[in-house]
């Protein structure tokens, strides 16, 4: 090649490179800025459902941008209550629920949390965050943790009838023998919201350890159930909480009426109601793992977990 013609295809290549390099700027410049994201956005997970057959979301890392989503509950001044129940000796999960609590969960959002115990005195004086107010309700003590744990269904339906309908907008309903290891905020917000049961997110529907007795309110026949929900982390709107727990409450006393009790308890009743009135938003089991130590494969970012605990040494009875 002469040197004419070799200069004449460098140039051809340098021409080239800045062509494809310009359009590549144009295309940027008009997707991201002229159109925004609405066309372009490039959320979403490929290696698992982030929506359901009924269109409701499945919050999942990557399936949701923190900056737009705090932005917009920024604006509407909203206050979360959040329940809590630690009897016996239960209470020395408190003050790692808490501490954790305040460093991961609804950060910047007003949060009010109402600790219910039939020991006051072993409340924990953990620090909170501005805007964060911590009311601590005396209840009497169970002998059964069965117990315990179902008439949480009741006493939380009293309590927002009674007291939170001026107080709060949004409810959420936890175990107390957890942490917070993660960002846990606005964007789990629903109408009515259910969390996936850790044990069962990767597991066929026979494996789900719904109530199979015809006997009990909790029944689902073996055809039925889309998703196991773990009983120990639900929430929603106020109205719509309330509604789930005096159904539970109802349900779990023509249980009681008929001497049964579901295979687990009040989250037996919890993923009956869920069947017939399908959660708006379900949180991945990031929202409750097992156990931090537990490796996770689809779950990239653990946000609350279990803690582990001997449940014959913690608990009242077997
Ligand atoms: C499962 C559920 C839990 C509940 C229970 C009912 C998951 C991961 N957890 O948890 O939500 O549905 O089964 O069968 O799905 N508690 C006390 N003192 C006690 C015993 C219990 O305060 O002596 C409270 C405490 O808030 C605790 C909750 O009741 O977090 C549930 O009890 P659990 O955590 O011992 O029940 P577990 O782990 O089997």
Redesign the pocket.
């Known amino acids: 090649m002469t040197m004419r013609l070799r200069q004449i295809f460098y140039f051809f290549l340098l021409g080239m490179f800045v062509g494809l390099s310009l359009s590549g700027l144009i295309y940027w410049v008009i997707t991201s800025i002229w159109f925004g994201n609405h066309l372009t956005g490039n959320l979403g997970r490929t290696d698992v459902a982030s929506v359901t057959q009924w269109l409701a979301p499945i919050v999942w890392e990557g399936t949701f941008d923190s900056t737009v989503i705090d932005s917009i509950y920024k604006q509407q001044n909203i206050t979360v209550a959040t329940t809590?129940?630690?009897?016996?000796?239960?209470t020395r999960?408190l003050k790692d629920f808490l501490e954790s609590a305040e460093e991961h969960y609804f950060v910047g959002f007003r949060v009010h949390y109402y600790l219910f115990?039939d020991q006051p005195e072993e409340v924990p004086n953990v620090k909170l965050g501005q805007e964060r107010y911590l009311t601590v309700k005396k209840l009497p003590s169970?002998n059964r943790?069965?117990d315990?744990?179902?008439s949480?269904m009741g006493i939380l339906e009293k309590l927002i009838k009674d007291e939170l309908a001026s107080e709060a907008d949004y409810i959420f309903c936890l175990?107390?023998?957890?942490k917070f290891h993660g960002r846990w905020s606005v964007e789990s917000l629903g109408r009515l919201v259910g969390v996936i049961?850790?044990w069962f997110f990767d597991a066929p529907r026979f494996i789900f350890t719904y109530e199979h007795r015809p006997e009990s309110q909790a029944y689902i026949p073996a055809e039925e159930g889309d998703y196991y929900f773990?009983?120990?982390?639900f929430g929603g709107s106020l109205k719509d909480v309330h509604h789930l727990t005096k159904t539970c409450r109802e349900q779990m006393n023509i249980d009681i009426a008929n001497s049964i009790e579901a295979i687990?308890?009040?989250?037996s009743h919890?993923n009956k109601y869920f069947l017939h009135n399908k959660p708006s938003k379900l949180l991945s089991p990031e929202y409750?793992w097992r156990d931090i130590s537990m490796s996770s494969g689809y779950v990239k970012i653990i946000r609350f977990s279990?803690v582990a605990?001997n449940?014959a040494e913690?608990?009242?009875n077997l």
Do not use: C
């Not at 809590?84 to 239960?90: H, M, S, T």
């Not at 175990?175 to 957890?178: C, L």
């Open positions: 809590v129940f630690a009897l016996g000796k239960y999960f115990t169970m943790w069965q315990i744990s179902m949480r175990d107390v023998d957890t049961h850790p773990t009983g120990a982390a687990w308890h009040e989250e919890l409750l279990h605990k449940n913690v608990r009242p």
